[in-house]
């Protein structure tokens, strides 16, 4: 299976999915660490992540997916919604929260 075609699985498998740099217990980096604190200030306790860090090609291959260069990524039901300084924005101005509830 090509990594284009094992992203697309991800991102339809699970309702809510960040592609980030380390793992929800334990972030990587400043972003993905933000990213998480957003997903749980918006009751998604328990997302679906996928530690970049640990598959090059996933790494690589999901800046192409979204066409989006850099990483955390977040998915709602399959959709792309941004990386953490648009989740913030969102967040910040309520839009982010309904899109859970859908």
Known sequence: ????????EIVTSHPVVLFMKGTAQFPQCG?????IQILNA??????????????EGIRQGIKE?????????????GEFIGGS??????????????????
């Open 1 to 8: 299976m090509d990594t284009q075609t094992r992203i697309k």
């Open 42 to 55: 918006c009751g998604i306790s328990e997302p679906f992540t996928v530690n970049v860090l640990a598959d």
């Open 31 to 35: 972003f993905s660490g933000k990213a």
């Open 65 to 77: 997916f979204a066409n989006w260069p850099t990483i955390p990524q977040l998915y709602v039901n």
């Open 85 to 102: 300084d648009i989740m913030m924005e969102m967040f910040e101005s309520g839009e982010l929260q309904p899109i859970f509830k859908a």
